[in-house]
């Protein structure tokens, strides 16, 4: 009789053990069904409207504000066509020289920086494309881990199939961090060199795209040697950049 009793009450604890199993799982992807679709209207939206900000920038003044409650973020939005073609030019040979042919993802990009960061022994290069450093600032965190790059992954394909690579390069170079509290081409332009995204030469616009890996740390530094060398190749190869027109 209690055997019977105990392997009545297992086969009970099993059954509501998936049970609940079952309704977690379900429940976990009712969720994350509703965040991307969260995340899709907002990429719709974006289509025709400039975001008033990014997740990279709420996530900063935050920071900012814990020791300056009054801070405000540099920003101003610029349309596409008031940004110098030497900056677009710059970030593209710095960041994504594939921008205009890939499809979100660049695989031989991914495979230099595996390869580099091999060699390191630690992470020293990311290979993403300005259309995954976009997904990044707009809606997630600065963390690498697999579960933040995976939705990393599915916001890209987003943006690829709903906007043209003209649009995703205009809220890039509006949205990108260009210092402590800095962020867009505008600002940027104004901070370093006391002038407008439109008229940045291209040496201006070289340095500008060397600091964009760290920016906070080459706001504070900006003479380093790295930066110096970095701007030099970027100047070399701005002239082979395939932009969007």
Do not use: C
């Not at 400039?50 to 900063?60: L, R």
């Not at 979100?104 to 390191?120: H, R, S, T, W």
């Not at 995703?168 to 081409?185: D, H, K, Q, R």
Request: hydrophobic share 40%.
């Amino acid at each position: 009789m209690s055997a019977t009793l105990t392997a009545g009450n297992y086969s009970q604890k099993k059954r509501g053990f998936w049970f609940w199993t079952k309704r977690i799982i379900g429940w976990s992807i009712l969720l994350f069904l509703l965040y991307n679709l969260w995340i899709f209207i907002q990429v719709w939206w974006m289509i025709d409207h400039n975001p008033d900000n990014t997740a990279f920038m709420k996530s900063q003044l935050a920071e900012i504000r814990q020791d300056h409650p009054d801070a405000v973020l540099q920003h101003q939005w610029v349309s596409y066509d008031k940004i110098s073609r030497n900056l677009k030019a710059a970030l593209v040979a710095s960041e994504d020289a594939k921008f205009v042919d890939h499809k979100g993802f660049d695989v031989e990009g991914l495979k230099v920086a595996f390869q580099k960061n091999l060699k390191q022994g630690r992470i020293v290069a990311g290979g993403s494309t300005i259309s995954q450093q976009l997904a990044k600032n707009l809606f997630l965190s600065a963390s690498r881990n697999p579960l933040r790059k995976g939705e990393e992954a599915i916001i890209t394909v987003m943006l690829e199939q709903m906007m043209t690579k003209e649009r995703i390069f205009e809220i890039y170079l509006n949205s990108i961090e260009w210092g402590v509290g800095v962020f867009g081409a505008e600002a940027a332009a104004r901070h370093y060199y006391n002038t407008s995204a439109s008229k940045l030469s291209a040496r201006q616009a070289a340095k500008l795209a060397a600091m964009v890996p760290n920016p906070r740390y080459y706001d504070d530094h900006r003479q380093d040697g790295r930066l110096r060398r970095k701007t030099g190749i970027i100047l070399r190869r701005m002239g082979s950049s395939d932009i969007p027109d």
